[in-house]
């Protein structure tokens, strides 16, 4: 098992920058791809970014691409999400989630754990 757990999120106005965390226990592994999600009310829950476990290669949706940033420490068993030049759009619920795919996509059913989520919320 895996646990999961974010933290960084809360209100910032358009134009600001935040920086989520997630930090992972349990039965971790560097090996792991992670991945962050959002889900704003009424929506279903999207992928936002990912990075693989053993070459750290990332992947972003079109919609936040070159404004915001995964990264992982793997000593740390911590991904972050850097996010810059937020909008009100960028306003949902922030998931962390882990996969044990070598390469996941980016499929909500690709990932095995979930955190619970963190609110991000933009206002204009």
């Known amino acids: 098992q895996v646990q999961l757990a974010e933290s960084g999120g809360g209100l910032v106005q358009a134009g600001g920058s935040l920086r989520l965390s997630c930090a992972a226990s349990?039965?971790?592994?560097?090996?792991?791809?992670m991945g962050w999600f959002r889900q704003a009310p009424g929506k279903e829950r999207e992928f936002v970014a990912r990075?693989?476990?053993?070459?750290?290669?990332?992947l972003y949706a079109d919609s936040v691409k070159g404004r915001f940033t995964i990264s992982r420490d793997i000593a740390k068993n911590t991904v972050y999400l850097q996010m810059n030049s937020l909008k009100p759009e960028d306003t949902a619920v922030y998931y962390c989630?882990?996969?044990?795919?070598?390469?996941?996509?980016?499929?909500?059913?690709?990932?095995?754990?979930w955190g619970q989520g963190t609110q991000v919320t933009v206002s204009s």
């Open positions: 989630a882990a996969s044990s795919t070598q390469v996941p996509g980016p499929g909500v059913n690709e990932y095995n754990y």
């Open positions: 349990g039965r971790t592994s560097g090996s792991y791809a």
């Open positions: 990075i693989r476990g053993r070459d750290s290669r990332t």
